[in-house]
């Protein structure tokens, strides 16, 4: 049976849901976007039903079904962005604050983002240290003139 993306009422379905909930951790600068959502999770149901359609397990439908799903999302900036507040900055930016000002600096670091192109497997890449020391040096001159 296909998981469908929303309910009669609009209702997000299990792959909304878990898209939501997942883009809320580390990209949430997408959990308002709803197109995207409804279109991500629409295939990724679509995948499930085909998969199991064509005689797969349950298991396997999943499997391909949450690929689509988290396409290109693995990577997150924002969760870079937390974790180098966290390492580089603790004390000028105290733990609890650091998702919120990491939410509020991840726009002004678009141009030093945008150098980049951020796959699944960024992170695993020598680009990565790259990024990650641009971003810090971002990040001080951000502190430095009081945009943070």
Not at 88 to 104: D, G, H, T, W, Y
Not at 124 to 130: E, I, N
Request: hydrophobic share 40%; charged share 20%.
């Amino acid at each position: 049976m296909a998981k469908n993306n929303s309910s009669p009422q609009g209702e997000l379905s299990y792959y909304g849901l878990s898209l939501l909930s997942y883009l809320h951790d580390s990209h949430p600068d997408k959990t308002g976007d709803k197109a995207f959502i409804t279109k991500r999770s629409d295939l990724a149901a679509g995948v499930y039903s085909e998969a199991i359609q064509n005689g797969l397990t349950h298991i396997e439908a999943e499997e391909l079904a949450s690929a689509e799903l988290y396409r290109d999302l693995h990577f997150s900036a924002y969760n870079t962005l937390v974790n180098i507040l966290w390492d580089e900055f603790p004390v000028e930016i105290p733990e609890n604050s650091a998702r919120k000002v990491a939410l509020q600096v991840l726009p002004l670091c678009g141009n030093v983002l945008a150098k980049y192109t951020l796959t699944d497997d960024f992170a695993d890449t020598p680009a990565y240290d790259l990024l990650y020391t641009e971003l810090t040096g971002t990040i001080q001159i951000l502190l430095e003139d009081g945009a943070v």
